[in-house]
């Protein structure tokens, strides 16, 4: 039993199994961390597979789940070491009047599977409450998703209100869906501009960087 | 008659089945059912072969599909219920379903009828942009699709604007935008002397208050049209949704009910796409009561399905759903190219082709992944119905249609990822006239040569 099977048994989103094996390898005295980085790294590479589709979203979610299965096991002993990186606490959801779901949703995944804590607030969602919630979670980001020009001003909307409510300099506002653009994003002011998921890891933390 | 008998039990369901959360629902029930199903029903496959032959597969998806819609039932995202039928009950609305429809009013009216596989009779064509378009052009395109001398139903551009005023979802321009949308349709028809032309309209409303809005039987939607009612994916609904099967039944139009599967998502891959595509028409069916199922399934990242691992589902599930059931079916192209590019005519011949023979309806063209304003034209759609209409008259196989998607998925395959953009709307067609260039025209001409000579008979 080693960390080459752990690792086995996430990629194939065996969450029970990789739940006992971690415990097992904790009381083997296998550095937690390092059962950490090395479950990133897959977790990076399945990731890699799902944006060419070799892999499926049921699969990478499956493995998502199993990851967060595993680091639920070692917190308490990653705490007792420094604990584990939280990349950033994003609030996401797609604007008002809009039903088109499936861009948020593998947005929301891939954040996740990379070290983000995400609450998702579904669709259809008004711009007030994407506020009220990141400050209920005290996130960094606001991310939202629009796949329709006619519901694209509802991620300005949000913007403006937290100009009005006094707030705006407390989160990074993050957009994407397929009719936004950065000059979109460069006209209502937003953060961020994520053309596809995948490059979502990498931008999210360059930006807070300059907060 | 549809099932629209079986609405108000249906909308109890919605309030009173199982409690699931949403979040639940894909992954804990959906997945694993459709997971089961391909394995118990030796689903499987076949990427040398994107229009297959295996009359017995095409059966177990029929059965796969039907039990994944009993077993798994209808997700309502406003009550966090879930919808479920009984066998008996998805029976029952088999039998009563009707094979055929006359749709469309007086001279313009047309017969859409149940095909089977590799079917004499040539598909009944719908087509649309199944785009948005700046304003200025929206009637121009109306008319041009109607130009199409194939053209037995229109599905009209969908407007972003109207009078200088941007549409805003939910909002009162919503609605002045969906009467703007089938006043200009109308008009186009009335104009060109086809008044009476079936319509699939209006794509411009985004809530059942647009759709309401404009069931008037004298200046909007007809009776003798039909309207959409989406799902969202996988296998789920809200109250918005179920509100304009109501309507459409109420009102007296025709239904269709919209759903594109998605490859790379919950479906998994090809074998669960067609699976989920034949349940979604038993969905259709029962639960909104549609006259006929619109599917486009498509491909996670490229928004498309002219590639062979979507061909081949497009060929299962009209073959599934042909061989078992009398349901009339439209098969919605999404390529990945867009306007005038020898790709695109050579995705929408490969698509048109395939469900042509496997017993599909057609409904032509989205283009350029379906994502950029202005980029479809109506000689996309052209030379599918052209396609369908050849294959069908000349009695093609499956086994001669997939040889030649073979061929033409050859000379494109390897280009979707990265497939040209093409040009607008009115950078290929005489905006005024509302015809193509003759640029445009040649280039249509020489693809079509190309794929005559490939074993196509066109009938002129
Ligand atoms: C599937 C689909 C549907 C499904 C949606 C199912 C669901 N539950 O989501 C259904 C059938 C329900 C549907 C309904 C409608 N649709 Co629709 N639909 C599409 C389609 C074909 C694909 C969208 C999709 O899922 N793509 C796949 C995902 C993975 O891509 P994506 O969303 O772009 O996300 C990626 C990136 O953009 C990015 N991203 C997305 N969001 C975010 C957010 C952040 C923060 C970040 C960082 C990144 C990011 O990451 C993702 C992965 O890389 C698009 C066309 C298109 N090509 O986009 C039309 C489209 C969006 N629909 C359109 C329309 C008009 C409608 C309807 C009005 C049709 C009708 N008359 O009923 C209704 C609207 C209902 C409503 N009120 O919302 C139009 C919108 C036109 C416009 N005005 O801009 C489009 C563009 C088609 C078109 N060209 O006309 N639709």
Same mark, same amino acid.
């Given at each position: 039993?080693?960390?080459?099977?752990?690792?086995?048994?996430?990629?194939?989103? /065996?969450?029970?199994?990789?739940?006992?094996?971690?415990?097992?390898?904790?009381?083997?005295?296998?550095?937690?961390?390092?059962?950490?980085?090395?479950?990133?790294?897959?977790?990076?590479?399945?990731?890699?597979?799902?944006?060419?589709?070799?892999?499926?979203?049921?699969e990478?979610?499956?493995?998502?789940?199993?990851?967060?299965?595993?680091?639920?096991?070692?917190?308490?002993?990653?705490?007792?070491?420094?604990?584990? /990186?939280?990349?950033?606490?994003?609030?996401?959801?797609?604007?008002?009047?809009?039903?088109?779901?499936?861009?948020?949703?593998?947005?929301?995944?891939?954040?996740?599977?990379?070290?983000?804590? @995400?609450?998702?607030?579904?669709?259809?969602?008004?711009?007030?409450?994407?506020?009220?919630?990141?400050?209920?979670?005290?996130?960094?980001?606001?991310?939202?998703?629009?796949?329709?020009?006619?519901?694209?001003?509802?991620?300005?909307e949000?913007?403006?209100?937290?100009?009005?409510?006094?707030?705006?300099?407390?989160?990074k @506002?993050?957009?994407?869906?397929?009719?936004?653009?950065?000059?979109?994003a460069?006209?209502?002011?937003?953060?961020?501009?994520?053309?596809?998921?995948?490059?979502?890891?990498?931008?999210?933390?360059? @930006?807070?960087?300059?907060? | 008659?549809?099932?629209?008998?079986?609405?108000?039990?249906?909308?109890?369901?919605?309030?009173?089945g199982?409690?699931?959360?949403?979040?639940?629902?894909?992954?804990?029930?959906?997945?694993?059912?459709?997971?089961?199903?391909?394995?118990?029903?030796?689903?499987?496959?076949?990427?040398?072969?994107?229009?297959?032959?295996?009359?017995?597969?095409?059966?177990?998806? *029929? $059965? +796969?599909? *039907? #039990?994944?819609?009993?077993?798994?039932?209808?997700?309502?995202? =406003?009550?966090?219920?879930?919808?479920?039928?009984?066998? #008996?009950?998805?029976?029952? +609305?088999?039998?009563?379903?009707?094979d055929?429809?006359?749709?469309?009013?007086?001279? =313009?009216?047309?017969?859409?009828?149940?095909?089977?596989?590799?079917?004499?009779?040539?598909?009944?064509?719908?087509?649309?942009?199944?785009?948005?378009?700046?304003?200025?052009?929206?009637?121009?395109?109306?008319?041009?699709?109607?130009?199409?001398?194939?053209?037995?139903?229109?599905?009209?551009?969908?407007?972003?604007?109207?009078?200088?005023?941007?549409?805003?979802s939910?909002?009162?321009?919503?609605i002045?935008?969906?009467?703007?949308?089938? $006043?200009?349709?109308?008009?186009?028809?009335?104009?060109?002397?086809?008044? =009476?032309?079936?319509?699939?309209?209006?794509?411009?409303?985004?809530?059942?208050?647009? $759709?309401?809005?404009?069931?008037?039987?004298?200046?909007?939607?007809?009776?003798?049209?039909?309207?959409?009612v989406?799902?969202?994916? #996988?296998?789920?609904?809200?109250?918005?949704?179920?509100?304009?099967?109501?309507?459409? +039944?109420?009102?007296?139009?025709?239904?269709?009910?919209? %759903?594109?599967?998605?490859?790379?998502?919950?479906?998994?891959?090809?074998?669960?796409?067609?699976? %989920?595509?034949?349940?979604?028409?038993?969905?259709?069916?029962?639960?909104?009561?549609?006259?006929?199922?619109?599917?486009?399934?498509f491909?996670?990242n490229?928004?498309?399905?002219?590639?062979?691992?979507?061909?081949?589902?497009?060929?299962?599930?009209?073959?599934?759903?042909s061989?078992?059931?009398?349901?009339?079916?439209?098969?919605?192209?999404?390529?990945?190219?867009?306007?005038?590019?020898?790709?695109?005519?050579?995705?929408?011949?490969?698509? +048109?082709?395939?469900? %042509?023979?496997?017993?599909?309806?057609?409904?032509?063209?989205?283009?350029?992944?379906?994502?950029?304003?202005?980029?479809?034209?109506?000689?996309?759609?052209?030379?599918?119905?052209?396609?369908?209409?050849?294959?069908?008259?000349?009695?093609?196989?499956?086994?001669?249609?997939?040889?030649?998607?073979?061929?033409?998925?050859?000379?494109?395959?390897?280009?979707?990822?990265?497939?040209?953009?093409?040009?607008?709307?009115?950078?290929?067609?005489?905006?005024?006239?509302?015809?193509?260039?003759?640029?445009?025209? =040649?280039?249509?001409?020489?693809?079509?040569?190309e794929?005559?000579?490939?074993?196509?008979?066109?009938?002129?």
């Open positions: 039993m080693s960390l080459e099977n752990l690792n086995k048994l996430v990629k194939e989103g /065996e969450t029970e199994d990789a739940k006992v094996l971690a415990q097992q390898l904790l009381q083997d005295g296998i550095d937690p961390l390092k059962m950490i980085e090395t479950l990133t790294q897959t977790m990076a590479r399945v990731g890699d597979l799902f944006a060419k589709l070799e892999i499926f979203l049921p990478i979610m499956l493995c998502g789940e199993a990851l967060t299965g595993v680091v639920d096991i070692l917190s308490p002993y990653l705490d007792a070491s420094g604990g584990r /990186e939280i990349k950033g606490k994003v609030v996401i959801g797609v604007v008002k009047g809009d039903l088109h779901e499936i861009g948020k949703n593998i947005v929301k995944l891939i954040l996740e599977t990379n070290g983000f804590v @995400v609450k998702d607030l579904g669709y259809d969602v008004d711009s007030l409450t994407f506020i009220k919630e990141a400050e209920a979670m005290k996130a960094d980001f606001i991310a939202s998703s629009s796949l329709m020009t006619t519901t694209m001003p509802g991620q300005l949000i913007i403006e209100i937290l100009k009005s409510k006094g707030i705006r300099d407390q989160f @506002v993050v957009i994407g869906g397929a009719p936004t653009s950065q000059e979109w460069d006209k209502i002011g937003a953060d961020l501009y994520c053309a596809h998921a995948k490059s979502a890891p990498e931008k999210f933390p360059a @930006v807070l960087d300059n907060k | 008659m549809s099932t629209v008998y079986r609405h108000w039990e249906i909308i109890d369901r919605a309030k009173t199982k409690f699931m959360d949403e979040e639940d629902f894909l992954p804990k029930r959906f997945y694993p059912t459709l997971k089961k199903l391909i394995k118990k029903y030796e689903i499987k496959y076949d990427p040398q072969n994107p229009c297959p032959t295996d009359d017995s597969m095409a059966d177990r998806v *029929w $059965q +796969a599909a *039907w #039990e994944l819609f009993r077993d798994v039932g209808y997700y309502n995202t =406003d009550s966090h219920r879930i919808i479920e039928v009984a066998d #008996e009950e998805i029976k029952e +609305a088999l039998y009563m379903a009707k055929q429809y006359i749709v469309g009013g007086g001279k =313009d009216a047309c017969l859409m009828k149940h095909r089977s596989v590799e079917d004499p009779e040539p598909p009944f064509c719908i087509m649309s942009p199944d785009i948005t378009v700046d304003e200025k052009y929206h009637q121009s395109m109306c008319m041009a699709y109607l130009k199409e001398p194939l053209l037995d139903g229109l599905c009209g551009p969908i407007l972003e604007e109207t009078f200088g005023h941007l549409i805003e939910g909002g009162p321009t919503e002045s935008g969906c009467i703007q949308h089938i $006043q200009n349709q109308k008009m186009a028809a009335r104009l060109l002397g086809r008044p =009476d032309t079936f319509m699939v309209a209006v794509g411009t409303a985004e809530h059942d208050a647009g $759709q309401i809005a404009v069931s008037n039987n004298e200046w909007g939607v007809q009776k003798t049209d039909a309207r959409l989406g799902s969202l994916t #996988e296998f789920k609904t809200a109250d918005t949704l179920l509100n304009r099967s109501l309507h459409y +039944a109420q009102y007296g139009c025709f239904t269709g009910s919209l %759903t594109g599967a998605i490859y790379g998502g919950w479906c998994g891959g090809s074998e669960g796409t067609a699976i %989920t595509t034949v349940a979604y028409s038993l969905i259709g069916l029962v639960i909104h009561g549609a006259m006929f199922n619109q599917h486009f399934p491909h996670l490229y928004v498309s399905n002219t590639t062979r691992e979507l061909l081949w589902p497009i060929a299962m599930a009209g073959q599934a759903l061989r078992n059931s009398k349901l009339l079916y439209t098969s919605n192209g999404f390529a990945n190219a867009g306007p005038m590019t020898e790709m695109l005519f050579r995705e929408v011949a490969a698509h +048109a082709l395939v469900s %042509t023979v496997t017993g599909w309806h057609l409904w032509e063209m989205a283009s350029t992944r379906n994502k950029y304003r202005n980029r479809a034209t109506p000689l996309e759609a052209r030379l599918g119905c052209e396609v369908g209409h050849a294959v069908a008259r000349q009695k093609m196989t499956r086994e001669q249609a997939n040889e030649i998607a073979n061929r033409l998925l050859a000379k494109y395959e390897d280009r979707a990822a990265d497939a040209p953009m093409g040009s607008e709307y009115h950078e290929c067609y005489d905006v005024a006239k509302a015809l193509p260039t003759v640029e445009h025209l =040649d280039m249509f001409r020489r693809v079509k040569d794929i005559s000579q490939m074993g196509i008979d066109f009938l002129y």
